[in-house]
């Protein structure tokens, strides 16, 4: 039987240590929270599995082998990101009904660049990746991001923000389909990472495609009305998906290669 190690209770203090202002902060409003306020009520659940997911990532990276260890980590760090920004995003929806635009996004541009890490370490623990795949993957997240924030905060029209966003998200699945990551995990030999890069694109088609839906039908479907519930429920529901189902996946590739090869 394995036991804790200092490192993944240190890993867990921290968390804690983050975790604990901002509950506390949430608390004040938590009265506020109405029992028919659903979008509400999901940045609590959200909030609440995101910290699961981080305890359960970090003290996961001891049972795997030592090249897995960093993609757990890095599972953890979104989720720990994410459940900070939620305890935020909570308290301002809670109290004010709007959308907490800026701490999304702060949130997004910190988690999705963490998330194409991942898809550069899974290559890497298997000996495939290049720097370029890296720097290709951020500059796709970083136009993407840029422009759905200058949409969502006003600085430009929603729909040339949509356009310019789109392309960020289109050429980053050219990368992992068919540019150099692509063709790096088709030529790798381990059946498990095979299975895992596929099933992670697949996320990143999918599970991603959920939040241009999400700024469709917010603000360019309704005319000139936003309609902030709908937004931030796509939003919210999306980030289960992408944030902890995307973890678990990891988890699932990292558990039976290394028991695999133990
Ligand atoms: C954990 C958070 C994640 C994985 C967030 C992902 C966000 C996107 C894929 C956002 C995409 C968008 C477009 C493709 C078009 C413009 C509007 C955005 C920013 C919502």
């Given at each position: 039987?394995?036991?804790?190690?200092?490192?993944?209770?240190?890993?867990?203090?921290?968390?804690?240590?983050?975790?604990?202002?901002?509950?506390a902060s949430a608390a004040g409003h938590a009265s506020n929270l109405r029992s028919d306020d659903f979008v509400g009520i999901s940045f609590w659940l959200i909030s609440m599995a995101l910290v699961a997911a981080t305890a359960f990532f970090f003290i996961e990276t001891q049972r795997v082998s030592a090249?897995?260890?960093?993609?757990?980590?890095?599972?953890?760090?979104?989720?720990?990101?994410?459940?900070?920004?939620?305890?935020?995003?909570?308290d301002i929806w809670v109290a004010t009904g709007e959308s907490p635009t800026v701490f999304r996004y702060i949130d997004w541009l910190i988690t999705v660049p963490l998330l194409m890490?991942?898809?550069?370490?899974?290559?890497?623990?298997?000996?495939?990746?290049?720097?370029?795949?890296?720097?290709?993957?951020?500059?796709?997240?970083?136009?993407?991001?840029?422009g759905g924030y200058l949409g969502e905060a006003g600085y430009l029209a929603v729909w040339p923000a949509f356009i310019i966003?789109?392309?960020?998200?289109?050429?980053?699945?050219?990368?992992?389909?068919?540019?150099?990551?692509?063709?790096?995990?088709?030529e790798q030999s381990s059946a498990a990472v095979k299975s895992a890069?596929?099933?992670?694109?697949?996320?990143?088609?999918?599970g991603w495609a959920i939040y241009p839906l999400g700024y469709f039908l917010?603000?360019?479907a309704g005319g000139s009305t936003v309609d902030a519930n709908t937004l931030n429920v796509i939003y919210n529901l999306a980030d289960v998906l992408n944030k902890i189902a995307f973890g678990?996946?990891?988890?699932?590739?990292?558990?039976?290669?290394?028991d695999a090869s133990s």
């Open positions: 039987m394995k036991v804790v190690s200092n490192k993944s209770i240190t890993a867990l203090a921290t968390a804690a240590l983050v975790a604990f202002p901002s509950i090249k897995w260890k960093t993609s757990l980590t890095v599972s953890g760090l979104v989720t720990l990101v994410a459940a900070v920004h939620y305890f935020y995003m909570r890490v991942e898809f550069y370490i899974i290559l890497r623990a298997v000996g495939a990746a290049s720097a370029m795949i890296f720097w290709r993957l951020m500059i796709g997240t970083l136009v993407m991001l840029v966003g789109m392309l960020g998200w289109i050429y980053i699945l050219y990368e992992i389909f068919a540019g150099e990551a692509g063709k790096a995990s088709a890069f596929s099933t992670m694109r697949w996320i990143v088609t999918i917010g603000y360019l678990v996946i990891i988890w699932n590739v990292a558990v039976n290669e290394s």
